[in-house]
């Protein structure tokens, strides 16, 4: 039987911010494809439960997984944990430039430092970790560069604009690397999510409690969105099956962004 274009046995694969939420879905949903998975995050919070987890995907499958600290925003370490993935699975294939944050606030009252802090983690970081490992892909002949921005690359609140800034920069990042790196197969695509019910949008809704019955008013699919609504599309980023898909967006929002 011919193997499935979403196949990915053989193939290693690094994830950024993978300890929890979206990154940990598409760690478990790339493990579930055959892939060999570092999870990487800022500390060792959650990080052997999100290892156990990955692990057990991987047992199907005869792969494995393994856990690095690296904070994106420190470029040494950003080297040290692509160093670190090659030394173990001898490649690298696939990169998820997931980690990212958000510290909201109104434009006229929002600290420099929160500024800087959000385009340092969701923009600058995403640069760095694909500038790291391209030696390792274009070497290989090939690799595949996952950036996770939002729908606030595209719409924007009031209330988040380094957010929707470093998330618009994302998209155009994408753009600009995969021109650049199509000479060198490497593919590079950003996932646009709508709204998702993990840690990050749980301490919106805390902030705001009227935030969770808006969104579902909004929502066309009329819930919110799950990490693993994102696996999906991340495999499909990360196979064979996208080999002809690059600087692309790909909006995972329950069609919130459609109904305008
Ligand atoms: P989360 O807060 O649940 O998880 C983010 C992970 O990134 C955490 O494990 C955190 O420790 C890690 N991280 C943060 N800063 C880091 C750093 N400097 N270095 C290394 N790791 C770091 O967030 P969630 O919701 O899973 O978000 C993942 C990505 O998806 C983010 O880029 C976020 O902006 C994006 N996103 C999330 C949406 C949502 O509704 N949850 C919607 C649109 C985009």
Redesign the pocket.
Known sequence: MAASPFDLTGKAALI????????LAIARGLAEAGALVAI????A??AGSALASVAKACEANNSRAISLI????DTTAVVAMVDATLKDFGRIDILVN?????LSGPPEKMPLEDWQTVID??LT?PFVCAQAVHPAMKRQGGGKIIN?????ANLATGNAPN?AAS?GGVLQLTRSLAIAWAPDNIQVNVI??????????KRAREARPELHDRILARVPAARW?T?EDLAGVAVFLASRASDFVTGAAHTVDGGFTAMG
């Open positions: 950024t911010g993978g300890n929890t939420g979206i990154g990487a995050d800022r500390n919070d959650n690296a904070d994106v925003t997931n980690a990212g944050i958000s983690v969701n970081a996770i921005a939002s729908v606030l957010y998330k646009l999510p709508g709204w998702i019910d993990t840690d990050l949008t969105g990490p």
